[in-house]
């Protein structure tokens, strides 16, 4: 099982049967459908996934996973991490060669592509009163200003946010209050100034200074919130529990839901241009839109797996999730 609070939340939900389940699993041979290229790392969850370009991909998972390919995930190499025991949430590049992933409380570092990485910041309890920090997402808006949000917890309960920032490309990190305590999940920039992020009981968080102030947007929704994704200042998405597909067309000022015949919970958007998008969530739930996220449609995923992740690009997209699951679909 995962070791990120929030899938452990979110995998104790009751889950309404799905229509049109599809136990079909997709060949290798056939294009435009999901395919399965790895099934390995038997009861451990893979929770990240990022390409830099067309060969070089990474993905994170529990117990310290780092899988690495160089061929465009035809085969992927598993690394060790010295000292990393701990689930990664969250991998991220900021460059060709310039990476970073979150594991629990640290922060890693990579200068040279992935080939070597090393511990650069880990948070202990007792900078938060004894309480224990995790971090669940990053980005950065260029090589020096970044965001790190996770939350506080103790003894499993969540106390407070938390909000990290670094104006030197992560050499140091201060805390930031958000003006939300609920716990936050994940973020997205388009720019140095605009960032936005989404978190637990409907919180939706929006910066347009660059992460100096941060508004709290009022949703009238209490559905967790798993994934952002902005293509620009204006066009942005959120997904969630129950289904719950958020959309915005003016920075976040105002959210209209999307209806979708589900009630999976829904772990990640991406988009690879202004019209087609990708949703994954609960039970190998695979949606996809062809018209800016204002329709969606179910596409078979040959699996009942949990797909934590999204990864697109003009040729590909890549899901990860439960039982080491990594899926490919290619356009």
Do not use: H
């Not at 390409?51 to 899988?67: E, K, Q, S, Y």
């Not at 590049?93 to 040279?112: C, E, Q, V």
């Not at 597909?245 to 209806?259: E, K």
């Amino acid at each position: 099982m995962n070791v990120k609070r929030t899938k452990r939340r979110e995998q104790i939900l009751p889950v309404v049967a799905l229509c049109l389940l599809v136990t079909l699993f997709v060949t290798a041979q056939e294009r435009n459908e999901w395919k399965s290229v790895r099934r390995g790392l038997n009861n451990q969850d893979l929770n990240s996934v990022i390409f830099t370009d067309a060969r070089r991909g990474w993905i994170g998972g529990d117990a310290g996973t780092v899988l690495r390919t160089q061929d465009g995930g035809a085969t992927w190499t598993r690394q060790t991490v010295a000292g990393v025991e701990a689930g990664i949430n969250d991998i991220y590049f900021r460059g060709r060669d310039d990476g970073l992933f979150l594991a629990a409380n640290g922060i890693y570092t990579t200068p040279d592509g992935g080939a070597t990485w090393r511990e650069a910041r880990r948070f202990a309890p007792a900078e938060f009163d004894g309480a224990f920090p995790e971090l669940y997402s990053v980005r950065f808006a260029n090589k020096r200003r970044g965001w790190v949000v996770g939350s506080v917890s103790r003894r499993d309960t969540v106390v407070d946010s938390l909000l990290l920032r670094t104006e030197d490309g992560g050499a140091s990190w201060v805390r930031d209050r958000a003006p939300a305590r609920e716990e936050l999940i994940n973020l997205d920039f388009v720019n140095a100034e605009r960032g936005w992020v989404v978190g637990a009981a409907g919180t939706i968080l929006r910066t347009a200074d660059g992460g100096r102030t941060w508004k709290q947007l009022r949703l009238g929704t209490n559905a967790g919130l798993y994934s952002v994704d902005f293509r620009n200042e204006r066009v942005g998405w959120a997904v969630g529990e129950r289904g719950t597909i958020l959309r915005t067309t003016d920075g976040g000022d105002s959210w209209f839901p999307v209806q979708v015949s589900l009630r999976s919970t829904l772990l990640s958007v991406r988009f690879v241009n202004d019209d087609d998008g990708f949703i994954v969530g609960r039970g190998g739930v695979i949606l996809r839109t062809t018209d800016g996220g204002r329709t969606w449609a179910r596409q078979p995923s040959g699996t009942t797996q949990n797909l934590y992740s999204l990864f697109v690009d003009k040729r590909n997209a890549w899901a990860v999730g439960g039982d080491g699951l990594v899926l490919q679909y290619e356009r």
